[in-house]
Each structure stands twice: as C-alpha cells, then as structure tokens.
C-alpha cells in the first residue's frame, strides 16, 4: 500500500512538472502581452455570461409567474361562486360539508402556488390593492378604513392578481 502511494506520488509529481513545462512553451509561443489580452478577454466573456444566466433565470421565473397570474385570475369566478355557495344556508348538512370541503381544497391549491387573499376590513385603503367602489361616512372608522369587501382580491407575492372591490369610510 505505501508503494503504491509512493507511486501515485511520483506520477502526480511528473504530471506537474510536465504541466508546468508546458505553460512554459505556451508562454514562450504566445507574447506576455497577448496573452494577457487574451486572458483579459476570457474573464470577461465568463462574467458576462454568468450575467446572462442570471438575467435568463430572473426572465424565466418572471414568465412563469405572468402565466400564473393569468390561469389564475380566470379561475377567480370559480372561487367566488363556491364561497357564495358556502355562506347559503341549507338544511342538507353534507352537502355544506361537501361545498367548503371543495373550497377548502381550492384554497389550498392557490396557497401552494403563492396565491394569497389581500386584506381589506379594518386595513387603510390602498389604491395599488384597492378598487374603491363606493364611500360612506362613519364616525367609528378612521380616515380612509375600509368598511366593507364586495369582492375579494388576490396576488402573488407583490404582483396582483385582482384586485378587491371596496367601501371607504370617511
């Protein structure tokens, strides 16, 4: 064993050596000043294109979350009639059960892709979030509190989706 490792020693040491014996002829072929030029120019077309992997990556997700929000905001609707379905009342128990199981199961989805709801009750109107549909005066609601949601809204991370439809107080 310790031949043997005396062996592969020697063999990476003449393997240096003769590495090192050709960087010699490489730099005896070609002038100090072309190949510093020519290094130069390597680590320049490296770092670009560890740039364009970046910025293909960022387009890619970017692209991913535009088709996302466009799939989903069709799908709205669906979500809208199964919570009004749910809020009915009904003397058939399992059927409810069924209905909110199901919309359970739909929130679920969006929530696994990113989607979540944006607050609105008792929050400061936003315009970027906000669609304000409507004002009403109320003396226990501060300036600009959102009294009332008609429809809910949605996004993704910072990008929305939908946005909610609202009554502002004051």
Same mark, same amino acid.
Do not use: W
């Given at each position: 064993?310790?031949?043997?490792?005396?062996?592969?020693?020697?063999?990476?040491?003449?393997?240096?050596?003769?590495?090192?014996?050709?960087?010699?002829?490489?730099?005896?072929?070609?002038?100090?000043?072309?190949?510093?030029?020519?290094?130069?120019?390597?680590?320049?077309?490296?770092?670009?294109?560890?740039?364009?992997?970046?910025?293909?990556?960022?387009?890619?997700?970017?692209?991913?979350?535009?088709?996302?929000?466009?799939?989903?905001?069709?799908?709205?609707?669906?979500?809208?009639?199964?919570?009004? #379905?749910?809020?009915?009342?009904?003397?058939?128990?399992?059927?409810?059960?069924?209905?909110?199981?199901?919309?359970?199961?739909?929130?679920?989805?969006? #929530?696994?892709?990113?989607?979540?709801?944006?607050?609105?009750?008792?929050?400061?109107?936003?315009?970027?979030?906000?669609?304000?549909?409507?004002?009403?005066?109320?003396?226990?609601?501060?300036?600009?509190?959102? #009294?009332?949601?008609?429809?809910?809204?949605?996004?993704?991370?910072?990008?929305?989706?939908?946005?909610?439809?609202?009554?502002?107080?004051?």
């Amino acid at each position: 064993m310790a031949e043997n490792n005396n062996q592969e020693k020697e063999e990476i040491l003449e393997n240096q050596t003769e590495v090192k014996e050709e960087e010699k002829k490489i730099k005896e072929v070609v002038p100090k000043q072309e190949y510093d030029e020519l290094e130069d120019r390597y680590k320049r077309i490296l770092a670009e294109f560890e740039n364009f992997k970046k910025r293909s990556g960022k387009e890619r997700e970017g692209l991913y979350n535009t088709i996302l929000s466009d799939v989903i905001e069709v799908i709205l609707p669906v979500l809208d009639n199964l919570e009004n #379905a749910s809020k009915i009342q009904t003397e058939d128990t399992e059927y409810k059960k069924g209905i909110e199981l199901v919309l359970k199961q739909f929130k679920d989805v969006l #929530a696994s892709k990113g989607v979540t709801e944006i607050k609105t009750i008792g929050e400061t109107f936003d315009p970027e979030l906000h669609e304000a549909v409507s004002s009403i005066q109320d003396e226990n609601l501060g300036v600009q509190e959102i #009294a009332q949601e008609y429809r809910k809204g949605y996004k993704i991370g910072n990008r929305v989706i939908r946005h909610s439809m609202v009554v502002v107080a004051n």
